[in-house]
C-alpha cells in the first residue's frame, strides 16, 4: 500500500514524500541517504502519514500537499478541520 507522509526537519521546515514502506523510508531519511533536502535538515520527525488506494493516487496526494502554504500544512497536520477549510478558501488577488 503506498503512503504520503510529511516530516518536520530541525530548521521546521516541512519536507512531504511518498513510498510504500513508511518504517524503512524513515530510517533512511534519519540515515540522511533518502533526500538531499533532509540530509541537510537533521533530525527529522514523521508528522503526519495517510495511506493512498493506489501509487497514482499518491502520487497526486503528494504533489497538492506540496503544494499547499506552511499554514495549511500544519493544520492538516494539527487535524483542525476547521482551520483548514478556512485556508482552503481561494485567495482574492
Not at 30 to 52: C, H, N, Q, W
Not at 72 to 83: C, Q, T, V
Request: proline share 4%.
Amino acid at each position: 500500500m503506498p503512503y504520503v507522509y510529511i516530516l518536520r526537519c530541525a530548521d521546521s521546515a516541512f519536507y512531504v514524500g511518498m513510498t510504500n514502506d513508511p518504517l524503512s523510508r524513515f530510517s533512511w531519511h534519519l540515515d540522511g541517504f533518502a533526500s538531499r533536502f533532509t540530509a541537510k535538515r537533521l533530525p527529522v520527525e514523521m508528522v503526519y502519514i495517510e495511506e493512498a488506494p493506489s501509487l497514482r493516487a499518491a502520487g497526486a496526494r503528494e504533489r497538492q500537499l506540496k503544494g499547499w502554504t506552511r499554514a495549511k500544512k500544519e493544520a492538516l497536520i494539527e487535524g483542525n478541520l476547521r482551520s483548514l477549510h478556512a485556508l482552503s478558501r481561494r485567495r482574492r488577488r
